[in-house]
């Protein structure tokens, strides 16, 4: 059974930056980041396939970098110019083949339990 742990997560001004992580028990192919607030449905916030290619929701191009180490077991999320908006509950996921392009959570069977980032104005 695939594990995935996620840390960094904390409270931070607006401005500010966090960066998360996300232990996997085994190499990964397909993972992606993924937010969700209360009553709000968990959406897409960035993925990661092979080759390192990478896509990001338009709402944290430009300020959130994912990344992900050689041995393909532990995801970082780089957060910078976070933004009250940013608030929410962060899961990193394992997905499907090519999972990382579309970033529906439908497509990722594999999730961790989230780790809370709050950004304060």
């Known amino acids: 059974q695939v594990q995935l742990v996620e840390s960094g997560g904390g409270s931070v001004q607006a401005g500010g930056s966090l960066r998360l992580s996300c232990v996997a028990s085994?190499?990964?192919?397909?993972m992606g980041w993924f937010r969700q607030v209360p009553g709000k449905e968990r959406e897409g916030v960035a993925g990661?396939?092979?080759?390192?290619?990478?896509t990001y929701a338009p709402f944290v191009k430009g300020r959130f970098t994912i990344s992900r180490d050689n041995a393909r077991k532990t995801l970082y999320l780089q957060m910078n110019s976070l933004k009250p908006e940013d608030t929410g509950m962060y899961y990193c996921?394992?997905?499907?083949?090519?999972?990382?392009?579309?970033?529906?959570?439908?497509?990722?069977?594999?999730w961790g339990q989230g780790t809370q980032v709050t950004v304060s104005s």
């Open positions: 996921a394992i997905g499907y083949a090519d999972s990382w392009s579309r970033l529906i959570p439908g497509d990722y069977p594999y």
């Open positions: 085994e190499a990964t192919s397909y």
């Open positions: 990661i396939g092979r080759a390192d290619m990478v």
